[in-house]
């Protein structure tokens, strides 16, 4: 079985769904799934900060059980965890969503394995998910690929955390969870927790960037993230194009690796706003 996290509120719909459909489909092994989904309610920050619903996570429940009817999605509610332990923090109103920072709590939830693959909700697998998730950690306590802009503008080693292939038996050991929290705490970082990890992490395994790639999608390509970039034409500007943002799949990236995903996305999107399932 692999072992998911994702973190967010409602509007991760259709993120999470057109991941976990990527993975799904190329998978080749039709392998079982538990996905964690953490969520919180932090309407004292922002009205539309609610937690994800049950009928959302019920509907992607079945959606998973379809390709292997052992496979699992588990809403966890870290709201109280996320206020006694990094509520009101410096961070908190930072460049992202605080649902980011929610990460930081694996450690805290009873149950987590000691292998998770943490995932954004804007990537897409382009080929199976076990050559990222057989990943040999290498004595580090998480594995993952450089930051396309971090890696010129701030350290050759800086890593984009968007993708975190845990050792969590690991991480509990070092307490890089319980360091990411007082640096999250302490003071004000530029790219919040991604900031965090990197200073608190004691060792690191540095993937390859076919298993993060944030700017280009290549036959190698293992995960495309649909993150923000810079475009040059027809004038310098960055545009945040998502993978559900389909007609801009098509027209800006000229992508048609994934329309098998996303014509099934488009389907059970519409059973889903119809109150079916």
């Known amino acids: 079985m692999i072992n998911l996290l994702y973190c967010g509120n409602e509007k991760v719909f259709d993120g999470i769904l057109t991941s976990l459909l990527s993975i799904v489909k190329r998978d080749q092994s039709h392998d079982s799934y538990h996905v964690y989904v953490f969520t919180m309610n932090l309407t004292r920050v922002n009205p ?10 019920s509907f992607l429940d079945g959606v998973m059980k379809e390709y292997n009817s052992e496979s699992k999605v588990e809403k966890v509610d870290v709201t109280e965890l996320y206020e ?7 961070n908190e109103t930072a460049y ?3 649902y980011t920072l929610i990460r930081l709590l694996a450690d805290k939830v009873e149950g987590i394995p ?11 697998f382009n080929r199976d998910i076990h050559l990222l998730y057989e990943q040999d950690f290498k004595g580090a306590e998480f594995a993952a690929s450089n930051d396309h802009y971090g890696k010129y503008l701030i350290n050759p080693r800086y890593i984009n955390a968007g993708v975190l292939l845990f050792d969590m038996k690991k991480c509990r050991e070092t307490g890089l969870f319980e360091k990411s929290r007082e640096w999250i705490n302490k003071k004000k970082l530029v790219f919040a927790d991604q900031s965090a990890l990197q200073r608190a992490c004691t060792k690191k395994r540095l993937l390859p960037q076919r298993y993060n790639d944030q700017k280009f999608l290549h036959k190698h390509t293992v995960v495309r993230h649909f993150s923000k970039r810079l ?9 945040n194009i998502k993978q559900y943002h389909v007609e801009k799949v098509h027209k800006v990236f000229h992508y048609h690796q994934f329309d098998d995903i996303l014509e ?14």
């Open 114 to 124: 000691d292998k998770l693959l943490y995932l954004d909700t804007d990537i897409m």
């Open 264 to 277: 099934e996305y488009l389907r059970l999107k519409a059973i889903y706003e119809e109150g079916g399932r």
């Open 96 to 98: 992202c969503s605080p």
């Open 48 to 57: 539309v900060y609610t937690p994800i619903s049950d009928r959302l996570i």
């Open 231 to 239: 475009f040059w034409l027809p004038y310098p500007h960055t545009d």
């Open 84 to 90: 006694s332990l990094m509520g009101r923090s410096p």
